[in-house]
């Protein structure tokens, strides 16, 4: 089983849109999450840490359910320009020695 | 914020050659890079973890005869890619962390993409 499950997609979705993503991973002992954005052909790029309270970026609101050990990431009012691909990405160990693992991640396509 | 530069960032090679990959951190210091591999439509997998000074640790099923990486000094790791095979040819990303700011910070390379005729 993989360390982190995301469903690959691909959203396509209108301007204003909202839309909502999902990821599982499998060791309980998982510390950190996060959600990171992609490109294409480019370097991953911090969008979220996830805390276990729930915590909001302008238009973005991420979750964590550590019982159901799933995570999930809402975008709303979507524009063109957050088409990419969100990454799913899990810490597990601690802070020196942890280690990441990413899901395979969900691809979106807002259009006009 | 920090920065990480990843050079080059595109190469295309033939068959048997070596290839080098550059990751330096530009404004601060890291003792440990992290060196990635991500395949079309596929997650990043960790191929090894880059120690300045000392061994890096590779993951199970990653050779590190073929994936040979040097950490000399603490703003720069190195990743080359021996005798590259068409099956080697991916999207190669560095890592690094930043301490320097109360939290851990990861930063990424801005990636290879690696060609292997």
């Known amino acids: 089983r993989k360390e982190v499950e995301q469903d690959p997609g691909p959203f396509n979705v209108p301007e204003g849109a909202t839309v909502a993503f999902n990821c599982t991973y499998s060791?309980?002992?998982?510390?950190?999450f996060f959600w990171y954005r992609q490109d294409c052909r480019k370097e991953p790029k911090l969008l979220m840490s996830?805390?276990?309270s729930g915590n909001e970026d302008g238009r973005f609101t991420a979750q964590l359910n550590r019982a159901s050990q799933y995570i999930s990431l809402l975008i709303r009012d979507s524009k063109l320009s957050d088409s990419a691909t969100y990454l799913c990405?899990?810490?597990?160990?601690?802070?020196?020695?942890?280690?990441?693992?990413f899901g395979r991640g969900t691809q979106l396509t807002v259009w006009p | 914020g920090a920065v990480v530069s990843q050079h080059p960032s595109r190469v295309i090679c033939k068959s048997g050659t070596s290839v080098k990959i550059e990751c330096r951190s530009l404004?601060?210091?890291?003792?440990?890079m992290f060196w990635y591999r991500q395949f079309p439509k596929q997650s990043l997998m960790l191929m090894a973890t880059?120690?300045?000074?000392?061994?890096?640790t590779y993951e199970q099923g990653v050779e590190k005869d073929k994936f040979l990486i040097n950490h000399a000094s603490l703003t720069l790791s190195t990743l080359t890619v021996t005798s590259a095979h068409p099956e080697d040819s991916s999207f190669y990303i560095c890592?690094?962390?930043?301490w320097g700011r109360g939290d851990e910070k990861l930063f990424f390379g801005s990636g290879t993409q690696l060609s292997v005729l």
């Open positions: 890592s690094a962390r930043d």
């Open positions: 060791n309980s002992a998982s510390q950190s």
């Open positions: 996830v805390y276990s």
């Open positions: 990405v899990v810490k597990q160990g601690g802070s020196t020695l942890g280690r990441l693992y």
């Open positions: 404004d601060f210091q890291a003792t440990t």
């Open positions: 880059s120690n300045e000074g000392s061994k890096a």
